[in-house]
């Protein structure tokens, strides 16, 4: 079991570790691309290329989370040091706002693990329509809208990728 000052620790610093996981999990991302075969050498926008954006990005989004929940740990721990702010109870970290970064995390690997199965299109359509309901509120949430957006974003992108960056897209074993 941990001790006193271990849970504290974890308890106002969680999202700094959380960040700090990302970003050695974005670096590695960046490292293996280097693996990457490519079937055209000539072209500056190639296979490597985007997964070396999203780890860069990913890294610079992991600093900043970093910094944000180190000061906000650090206050919430002089807070409740000196007794302004009672501790959160346990049923507050299985609350919508904690659990919603889990499903994301879900949602991008069910995406990742069909993506050469059921191909681009299908997979983009699923994966975003799934985190629009999840991130948009109950109450504002409109399903027409949300289609309309995730059918124009997943075409636009594709033809984007396809056409502009000549790149080929997975189109999935499923359909043959």
Same mark, same amino acid.
């Given at each position: 079991?941990?001790?006193?000052?271990?849970? !504290?620790?974890?308890?106002?610093? %969680?999202? @700094?570790?959380? =960040?700090?996981?990302?970003?050695?999990?974005?670096?590695?991302?960046?490292?293996?691309?280097?693996?990457?075969?490519?079937?055209?050498?000539?072209? &500056?926008?190639?296979?490597?290329?985007?997964?070396?954006?999203?780890?860069?990005?990913?890294?610079?989004? =992991?600093?900043?989370?970093?910094?944000?929940?180190?000061?906000?740990? &650090?206050?919430? @721990?002089?807070?409740?040091?000196?007794?302004?702010?009672?501790? !959160?109870? @346990?049923? @507050?970290?299985? =609350?919508?706002? %904690?659990?919603?970064?889990?499903?994301?995390?879900?949602?991008?690997?069910?995406?990742?693990?069909?993506? !050469?199965?059921?191909?681009?299109?299908?997979?983009?359509?699923?994966?975003?329509?799934?985190?629009?309901?999840?991130?948009?509120?109950? !109450?504002? %949430? =409109?399903?027409?809208?949300?289609?309309?957006?995730?059918?124009?974003? &997943?075409?636009?992108?594709?033809?984007?990728?396809?056409?502009?960056?000549?790149?080929?897209?997975?189109?999935?074993?499923?359909?043959?």
């Amino acid at each position: 079991m941990l001790s006193n000052p271990v849970k !504290e620790f974890i308890r106002h610093f %969680r999202e @700094a570790i959380f =960040s700090i996981v990302m970003l050695i999990i974005f670096a590695l991302i960046i490292y293996f691309t280097k693996d990457i075969k490519l079937l055209v050498v000539n072209t &500056t926008v190639d296979a490597r290329f985007w997964p070396k954006v999203c780890g860069i990005v990913g890294i610079i989004l =992991s600093l900043v989370l970093f910094v944000q929940s180190i000061i906000e740990g &650090t206050t919430l @721990a002089k807070k409740e040091k000196a007794g302004l702010l009672q501790p !959160e109870p @346990a049923a @507050a970290l299985l =609350s919508g706002e %904690r659990v919603r970064p889990l499903v994301t995390l879900l949602l991008m690997t069910l995406y990742i693990a069909g993506l !050469e199965k059921f191909g681009f299109l299908l997979m983009t359509f699923l994966y975003l329509f799934f985190q629009f309901l999840l991130l948009s509120d109950k !109450e504002n %949430r =409109s399903i027409p809208v949300l289609l309309l957006i995730d059918v124009s974003f &997943t075409i636009a992108v594709y033809l984007l990728f396809r056409y502009v960056f000549q790149m080929i897209l997975p189109t999935g074993t499923f359909w043959g």
